[in-house]
């Protein structure tokens, strides 16, 4: 069964653009929720989709924003970009995302470098 | 709120020798408790996982965690380590869908 799978690995943007990222879950895996990791902050959540709806959200401003398609496959989306949305974004993959079921597998992430 | 820490942001043993990596969480309610590794460059494996149950779990390459509730605490351990363990290790605590990492520990393995 094929992993996590992000898209691009790798990015790089100047300030005041906009950028979507990729993820497709594990087949089968219908929770999907992004983190952002950077040196500084380490590992923080951005938000979780679930039948393509949104369903828990993490404490970052409005210019991150995401969506779920049918297939669960999930876009991430970061506008207006600052030199600090710098950071590897990670898509974590669940089943379902109660917690019995909440074992999240990632994928390798997309490193965003904002220039 | 629940939060990890890991107080040891530094690591270095030998090769061959013993690893334990520290963990403490602050959770109202039973904890659901996670280690993850990552080597660079890539994302986070799962190592092992607490969701209740027996207090010493066993995960993936030879690790095992102790679930201590009085001390708050789900150490990593590993009884002999190899060079290839060498990554940032993540504990983590998850209420039921985002999971809350610590800051990470990074190992070091020397010849």
């Known amino acids: 069964k094929a992993g996590v799978t992000q898209t691009p690995r790798y990015l790089i943007k100047t300030r005041g653009q906009q950028v979507t990222l990729s993820c497709s879950p594990i087949?089968?895996?219908?929770?999907v929720s992004w983190y952002q990791q950077t040196p500084g902050q380490g590992l923080q959540f951005l938000f979780e989709?679930?039948?393509?709806?949104?369903?828990n959200k993490g404490n970052f401003p409005g210019r991150f924003s995401g969506r779920q398609f049918s297939n669960s496959r999930s876009e991430m989306n970061v506008s207006t970009l600052e030199l600090g949305d710098s950071a590897l974004y990670l898509c974590?993959?669940?089943?379902?995302?109660?917690?019995?079921?909440?074992?999240?597998?990632f994928g390798a992430g997309t490193r965003l470098s904002v220039l | 709120a629940q939060s990890v820490t890991q107080p040891d942001i530094h690591i270095t043993v030998s090769e061959g020798a013993s690893l334990e990596l520290r963990c403490n969480y602050s959770?109202?309610?039973?904890?659901?408790l996670f280690w993850y590794v990552q080597s660079p460059g890539q994302g986070l494996q799962l190592l092992l996982k607490?969701?209740?149950?027996?207090?010493l779990v066993q995960g993936i390459k030879g690790f095992e965690a102790e679930f201590k509730r009085s001390q708050s605490s789900f150490n990593l351990r590993k009884p002999s380590v190899h060079w290839s363990d060498a990554a940032e290790y993540f504990c983590?605590?998850?209420?039921?869908?985002?999971?809350?990492f610590g800051k990470g520990t990074s190992l070091l393995v020397t010849p």
């Open positions: 974590a993959s669940s089943l379902s995302g109660t917690t019995h079921e909440n074992i999240q597998y």
């Open positions: 087949s089968g895996h219908r929770s």
């Open positions: 989709y679930f039948s393509e709806t949104q369903r």
């Open positions: 959770y109202g309610a039973t904890p659901y």
């Open positions: 607490y969701f209740s149950g027996d207090t």
């Open positions: 983590a605590v998850s209420p039921g869908y985002a999971l809350n």
